[in-house]
């Protein structure tokens, strides 16, 4: 009976934090419309306001940021399982090497073969009108213009 009661008890403690932690799409999208309208208000305390109001914007900003990652982490904690993915063979001759922004890829690195085609189940932003295309590279994921092979954004360590 003990340890049934301490079960029960256990299931009852940790059942709350993994329902509230997981967040709906909706909510996510809620928190990006508040990181643009606080950029909107920065941008306007930058062109009409004095300094106290630019700080306030600029805190405000980084308060919605904040709130925006991790409402991030919490999705990526409570669907873990949507980020391990197999092992990741790169184009023949691959060696893993960090990228940042401005890095060029030769297009053996961003072909059809490693695009993330529902960027939208990764939580990934949009990609940009055009010639953008969200790319695996190792455990990273990489946006890429495909016209010029350039790296637009990395996030390091996504897949697990």
Do not use: C
């Not at 940021?65 to 991030?72: F, G, K, Y």
């Amino acid at each position: 009976m003990r340890k049934i009661m301490i079960a029960a008890l256990a299931a009852a403690t940790i059942l709350p934090a993994g329902v509230a932690s997981a967040q709906s799409a909706r909510e996510v999208r809620q928190s990006q419309r508040e990181v643009r309208e606080s950029q909107r208000e920065l941008a306007e305390a930058r062109r009409y306001g004095d300094r106290r109001d630019v700080r306030e914007a600029r805190r405000e900003v980084r308060e919605d940021r904040r709130e925006l990652r991790e409402d991030w982490r919490d999705y990526r904690r409570a669907h873990g399982d949507v980020y391990r993915r197999g092992g990741y063979e790169g184009p023949r001759g691959y060696r893993y090497r960090p990228v940042s922004v401005g890095y060029r890829f030769t297009p053996d690195y961003y072909g059809r073969r490693y695009w993330i085609n529902d960027p939208y189940t990764y939580r990934l932003p949009r990609p940009g009108y055009g010639y953008q295309r969200w790319v695996r590279y190792g455990n990273d994921v990489v946006l890429v213009d495909t016209r010029s092979g350039r790296v637009v954004q990395v996030y390091n360590r996504f897949f697990y």
